[in-house]
């Protein structure tokens, strides 16, 4: 069994500082510690398909842009830290876990554990020059565990709901852990996505008919749709960098159009450090049932 907890694990790579822009690579400096290399974003990550995408653009928002450029050129944003929040919906066995296994920490897990309850994973990445967190909650898809996992949607800024793209059955539920996510939230401020797992073990036919009927239902779920593999790794990259670019340049332009950064988590809130690091003394295992 995965465990029925709340854990934090936070994922800061012990390796060779990058520099910032006008910045030497001074590990004593007084902000976040580094990303891993490969979770610098500098382009806007593309999506998978543009019959079902949120959006189209090639580039960053120019005024996410130009504020981006600001901040780092005034070196504000490394002492604080912006994170949003995106909850993993679907049914049990879709592949959730593995999905966000595959993406923090590259590992594949051939056995099915079902999840208890919730569980939590923080990426870090450096986008367009500043530091941004993505809070990833896993909820578990058995129906006997749905109430306490639904107690997590609240205060998501993405939900992700996911099928098993070699189960037509769990494609026809997504609708319904839309609606239940959604409920919990701002219809109006929480991108939505689509994702077709197990993408392995499909024939390329069966992989072309499959997409086109999510294609279908994402367009009535206003998602964007993803087909990836967890077992291969095929898009897991993909997906998670483009989750994060449309998070962060949302949570940016709200700051814009608020005037503030104090905004709440889901909103892309700004952390200072002492916040965070109060956020990872949290048992690393705790029930929360
Ligand atoms: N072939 C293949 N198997 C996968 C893939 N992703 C997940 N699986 C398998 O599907 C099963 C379920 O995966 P989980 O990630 O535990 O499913 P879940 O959605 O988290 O399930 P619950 O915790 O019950 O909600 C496991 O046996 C995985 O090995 C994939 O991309 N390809």
């Known amino acids: 069994m995965k465990y029925l907890a ?10 060779e500082y990058p520099s910032f822009p006008g910045q030497p690579a001074d590990k ?3 902000f976040s510690p580094p990303v ?13 398909n543009p019959q079902a995408c949120l959006q189209m653009k090639d580039d960053w928002n120019t005024k996410a842009k130009m504020a981006c450029q600001d901040r780092a050129a005034r070196q504000q ?15 049990l066995n ?5 999905l966000i296994n595959r993406f923090c920490k590259d590992v594949f897990e051939r056995d099915y554990k079902a999840t208890i309850g919730v569980d939590f994973e923080i990426e870090r990445f450096e986008m367009s020059g500043l530091p941004f967190s993505l809070q990833i909650w896993d909820t578990a898809g058995q129906e006997k565990f749905k109430c306490i996992a639904s107690a997590y949607y609240r205060g998501a800024q993405v939900i992700i709901t996911v099928f098993d793209m070699a189960d037509i059955k769990s494609l026809e539920h997504t609708q319904q852990w839309l609606s239940d996510a959604l409920r919990e939230n701002e219809p109006d401020s929480c991108f939505v996505f689509l994702v077709g797992t197990k993408k392995d073990l499909l024939s390329a036919e069966e992989c072309q008919r499959t997409e086109s009927d999510a294609i279908k239902i994402a367009a009535e779920m206003n998602a964007e749709f993803w087909a990836v593999s967890s077992k291969t790794g095929e898009n897991i990259q993909e997906f998670f960098f483009r989750v994060a670019a449309l998070a962060f340049e949302d949570s940016i332009l709200k700051d814009l159009e608020t005037g503030t950064s104090t905004a709440q988590i ?12 109060k956020a990872e003394e949290k048992p690393k295992k705790k029930s929360c049932c």
């Not at 709340?6 to 390796?15: D, E, K, N, R």
């Not at 879709?94 to 593995?98: A, L, P, S």
């Open 6 to 15: 709340v854990y934090l694990l936070h994922h800061t790579a012990l390796q």
């Open 28 to 30: 004593t400096m007084n």
């Open 36 to 48: 891993s290399r490969d979770r610098i974003i500098s382009t806007f990550p593309k999506c998978y």
């Open 77 to 91: 944003g490394y002492d604080r830290l912006k994170m949003s929040k995106a909850v993993v919906v679907g049914d």
């Open 94 to 98: 879709v592949g959730k876990t593995c």
């Open 266 to 277: 889901g909103d892309g809130s700004i952390l200072d450090d002492k916040a965070l690091e």
